[in-house]
């Protein structure tokens, strides 16, 4: 007939055995306290080498202090390991299933936006480097930094000194050529109508011969001289250049005359050019040079002016090869920089490059050259800085959303651990708009998803389905 336990019996086991346990520590301390035995069974007394007197003339022994220290170095060891193995012993009874501690969230529904964001410099949407490659000393400067100009405005003036002798020069050039060709022409126009009148003449005089010839009048002999001057006078006319009936200088005449022009030209241009024009509408962003100095060898080889239509700002990036594919043109943008000082302007995508290129610092990945277009004017924005880009790339409202770190990819799935029943429960999903720090998590496998689910904030393999776990408070 078996006995019942009683609830309490187990704590009064407990006590019993750490009675038990307290009375071997003792019956051991009494042992090294004991005297020791000689051979034969009897016990031996304690030699003592020290001791004094007492008042009634007796010795009073002294234990050594070596001998006392080493006894009561055991006998605290074995008290404080009694203590320890009946502490752990208490501690550690009905305990040995408590479960892997874990932080959970409650699964919540939000809307979560994926963003793409570069960073890039600001410009204007027109600009130009105004450049001169005059080598001659600039002798006036007509604008400063931060002043507006209209296209044609004259922003400086090189000493034109040389430029117009050289002028000069081109010019008589051109004339000499000029009237070589026309005295030329009044030669060959006189000489071809001379020609033509030989000509005539040689032909009238060889069709009368002929007639002569055929009647004997004259030797074969002056039959062929007459052909042969016929011959002579068709050849003289015939070497002459011919215009509209009228004979004309040969054309290297002309070609004289066009590398005269085309020098003289050059040469004016030049001279213009010694007046320094914008070529844009805009504001003058930069002055790297000044008077004295010449054009054409300004310091480390910037040009003299720099000038932006400022009008119109756009933002340049380059988007990753990566990410290119959700980029569109007409695709809105929200723009921040630090000179906006919290505050954000609208842009909106207005080119994309259609080819790309290297990334740099020794990466392979290419990048692809992308205008963003600053919507309004009047912004806290300004060329030459560097902005940031925000794109929108997809949205989703009302969506289950967990933090990227709450995700477990076993390599083949990707899961999201919740606590059901203080046991762990792998649900398969897929994932879908992934924000900064959250994604969007659809259940896969005909699963479903609850609002309230107890959801591993940071889930590692070791959380099996049907794994035992106590929830941290958080």
């Known amino acids: ?47 003592h080498k020290t001791g004094h007197r007492t008042p009634e003339g007796g010795f009073h022994p002294v234990r050594r202090f070596k001998e006392f220290s080493r006894k009561r170095k055991i006998i605290t060891v074995l008290l404080l390991a009694a203590v320890v193995l009946f502490g752990f012993s208490r501690m ?23 963003k793409l964001t570069v960073s890039g410099p600001v410009s204007g949407t027109d600009s130009v480097d105004v450049v001169s490659n005059i080598h001659a000393e600039i002798t006036a400067m007509n604008v400063k930094e931060g002043d507006t100009v209209t296209k ?10 040389d430029l117009e002798r050289e002028v000069q020069i ?19 126009a006189l000489g071809y109508e001379k020609a033509v009148q030989d000509f005539q003449k040689a032909s009238l005089d060889h069709s009368r011969n002929s007639q002569l010839f055929a009647s004997g009048d004259i030797s074969q002999m002056e039959m062929e001289a007459s052909a042969n001057a016929l011959n002579d006078a068709r050849r ?38 010694t007046q320094i024009k914008s070529t844009i509408d805009g504001t003058v962003v930069r002055v790297n040079s000044k008077v004295g100095q010449f054009a054409d060898k300004v310091e480390d080889d910037k040009p003299i002016f720099s000038i932006e239509n400022l009008e119109q700002l756009e933002l340049e990036i ?71 880009a925000e794109l929108l790339i997809r949205e989703s409202e009302d969506a289950f959303v967990v933090p990227t ?70």
């Open 236 to 273: 003289a006319m015939e070497g002459y250049t011919v215009e509209n009936g009228r004979g004309r200088a040969d054309k290297s005449y002309d070609i004289q005359i066009e590398n005269a022009r085309f020098d003289l030209e050059k040469k004016k241009e030049e001279l213009e050019n």
């Open 318 to 388: 380059k988007v990753s090869e990566f990410s290119i594919g959700k980029v569109k043109v007409g695709q809105e943008a929200v723009i921040s920089a630090d000179i906006l000082d919290g505050e954000t302007v609208d842009g909106e995508v207005v080119k994309i490059s259609p080819t790309g290129e290297e990334k740099g610092g020794g990466s392979t990945e290419r990048v692809i050259p992308t205008t963003i277009r600053v919507d309004g004017q009047g912004t806290k924005l300004i060329a030459g800085i560097t902005a940031r």
């Open 405 to 474: 770190t709450a995700l477990l990819d076993d390599g083949d799935t990707t899961y999201i651990v919740i606590v059901q029943d203080m046991k762990i429960k792998r649900i398969p999903v897929t994932l879908g708009v992934d924000g900064d720090v959250s994604v969007e998590v659809i259940p896969a496998d005909g699963t479903v998803l609850e609002e309230g689910m107890q959801v591993v904030m940071s889930p590692g393999p070791h959380l099996m389905d049907g794994t035992d776990v106590i929830v941290r408070p958080q």
């Open 170 to 188: 081109a010019q008589n050039a051109y004339d000499l050529a000029v009237a070589n060709k026309q005295e030329k022409d009044k030669e060959a």
């Open 152 to 161: 044609g405005q004259v922003l400086a003036v090189v000493d034109s000194t």
């Open 1 to 47: 007939m078996g006995t019942e336990k009683k609830a309490g019996d187990s704590e009064e086991i407990q006590v019993l055995e750490g009675i038990s346990e307290s009375e071997e520590i003792d019956r051991r301390v009494e042992e090294l306290m004991a005297p020791e035995e000689d051979g034969n069974g009897k016990k031996k007394k304690k030699k």
């Open 92 to 114: 550690s009874g009905g305990k040995k299933d408590m479960g892997i501690p874990v932080a959970v969230m409650p699964l919540a529904k939000q809307d979560v936006q994926e």
